[in-house]
């Protein structure tokens, strides 16, 4: 009896290995025949392709509708051509093997014509649809969607009736309702906007104003009055929510814009808090820490992945030590007097820029991790860059460490202790000048460690940092100096508005309007949201 189950699991295996040898051997001689014959022949080697269970066919048929499907002069090998960069690289057809760069010439194009077109789209879309991975479903779905065609309806209609995945189903009833909306059939057309009216995409919306438009007098421009009316009916409940989504939408971005004016001013807030310097070259320290960023993409360009997790104690390490240097070198020298140091510190980014810009690096773009690119479409009206949610979580996460630096340790508790009061801090044994010199370097590191999250949405440049002093100051201040509770309110506070009011008013005018109302709110509050209680409050 075992023996006998054995046998037939053996004879079941070798039916399957020999089922797959035949279809990889049918696939190999009917690809061959794509470079052959008239374009009438190509058409009917495409239907016999589509029939192959071979998962090589939909990216053959694909390369092929892309104008990427070539043939090698020298033996006719079927290859797919893929652009890097200048270059030019190939994979062959059959085994999948990667040839490397080549030199196009020596490859000739397999041609095709619209007619072949025609026919290779509702292939390609019938092998998507059938796809086991939901992602190519629902993406061949989406793009169903932006380019309704009637003649691909009952493929549509076969495939949704098929579908286990509710997100695309949902996308193909949206589809389906797109080509429905076509027909002269009253019920069929009021059924389509039925289903319309539950998708927020743009296209869904400009099909919902069109069959609600009116004319000069008033009525409706669609040739059937109740399928206007339920289409106006509808369209205002579909604008609420693309309204409202857009609203959170530009909620979301005000916090992320907010995250990264923390970033940027929380180490300011520090120097300044604590050593009541006013610091022009932090702006440069985030610029340092972009370019370290960049640097280190460059010293490991196989470790693109894991670039920026290797670029953040990098980037600290560097802005922390040129803070120190800056400290010890030129502040040190001019306590007590603000003006000197606003001055001298103004030269000493002006210095900075300009050694940047004698190495010709002006303006590189740092690569994006694959983990990092793309965005989250929450819907048709909503969506949501992952480098700037990710940013978010990040300016967190590093608020968070400082905060444990500052209560939890005795570099913390120095530093708090020189800020209530320096004379009593220094007759306690604590050295309050590398206390200053270590301050300024935390504060200087983490704007190394902003420049690496600000080197993900912008280029690196010479003037990265001045772009954010500005709004750097106006947090802290605004937060209250030295305060990072205020410095995080300050900077979602800032974020929130000037997103918000960039629709109305514009990027220009909407800094203006914060600028005034900053201005008129430390007339009324002096001290900030958040007033730190210390020796300069004091003073």
Not at 91 to 118: D, Q, W
Not at 361 to 369: D, G, K, L
Not at 373 to 388: C, E
Request: aromatic share 8%; proline share 2%.
């Amino acid at each position: 009896m075992i023996l006998a189950r054995k046998i037939a699991c053996m004879l079941s295996l070798l039916c399957v290995f020999a089922a797959t040898a035949a279809n990889a051997d049918e696939f190999s001689e009917t690809a061959a025949q794509l470079s052959q014959g008239s374009y009438g022949d190509k058409i009917k080697t495409i239907d016999a392709l589509s029939a192959i269970d071979d998962e090589r066919v939909l990216p053959t048929l694909t390369a092929m509708l892309d104008a990427r499907l070539f043939t090698r002069k020298s033996d006719d090998l079927l290859v797919i051509l893929d652009k890097s960069g200048k270059d030019t690289l190939a994979s062959a057809v059959l085994s999948g093997e990667s040839l490397g760069v080549i030199n196009e010439k020596e490859f000739k194009k397999i041609r095709i014509n619209n007619r072949v077109r025609r026919a290779l789209r509702p292939q390609i879309a019938m092998l998507q649809l059938v796809s086991e991975d939901e992602s190519v479903r629902l993406q061949s779905a989406k793009d169903l969607t932006k380019n309704p065609d009637a003649s691909m309806r009952q493929v549509i209609a076969d495939a949704y009736v098929d579908e286990k995945s509710g997100k695309v189903r949902s996308t193909l009833g949206i589809a389906l309702a797109m080509i429905d909306i076509e027909q002269k059939d009253p019920v069929v057309r009021l059924a389509a906007v039925e289903t319309l009216s539950k998708s927020l995409d743009p296209e869904v919306v400009a099909i919902l104003k069109g069959l609600a438009a009116r004319d000069d007098d008033g009525a409706f421009t669609d040739a059937d009055p109740a399928v206007a009316e339920l289409a106006e009916e509808k369209l205002k409940s579909v604008e609420a929510k693309v309204s409202f989504y857009k609203f959170t939408e530009n909620i979301v971005f005000g916090f992320s814009l907010g995250s990264i004016l923390l970033l940027a001013a929380i180490g300011l807030a520090i120097t300044f808090g604590v050593m009541g310097v006013i610091n022009m070259a932090h702006g440069e320290m985030i610029m340092l820490g972009a370019y370290t960023t960049f640097a280190i993409q460059q010293i490991f360009p196989q470790l693109i992945d894991w670039s920026l997790l290797m670029a953040i104690p990098a980037a600290f390490l560097v802005s922390g030590c040129a803070g120190v240097l800056i400290e010890r070198l030129v502040i040190r020298h001019l306590y007590g007097r603000p003006l000197d140091t606003l001055l001298a510190t103004f030269g000493i980014s002006l210095i900075l820029q300009q050694a940047v810009r004698m190495y010709d690096s002006n303006n590189v773009a740092v690569i994006t991790p694959e983990w990092l690119a793309g965005f989250w479409q929450v819907n048709g009206a909503m969506a949501l860059t992952y480098n700037r949610l990710y940013i978010l979580i990040f300016s967190l996460l590093v608020l968070g460490a400082l905060a444990l630096v500052l209560k939890k340790t005795m570099m913390g508790l120095q530093m708090r202790a020189v800020t209530q009061n320096r004379a009593m801090a220094n007759s306690m044994g604590i050295r309050s000048s590398w206390v200053d010199a270590l301050t300024f370097g935390l504060g200087s590191g983490i704007a190394g460690i902003a420049g690496v999250a600000l080197s993900q949405i912008t280029n690196v440049g010479p003037n990265l940092g001045q772009a954010y002093i500005i709004d750097s100051f106006m947090v802290v201040v605004f937060g209250g100096v030295g305060n990072l509770l205020g410095t995080f309110f300050g900077a979602m506070s800032l974020g929130v508005a000037n997103k918000l009011l960039e629709p109305y008013a514009g990027a220009v005018v909407g800094k203006i309007i914060v600028l005034v109302f900053i201005i008129l709110f430390i007339q009324w509050r002096p001290r900030g949201l958040f007033a730190l209680k210390g020796r300069f409050v004091e003073d």
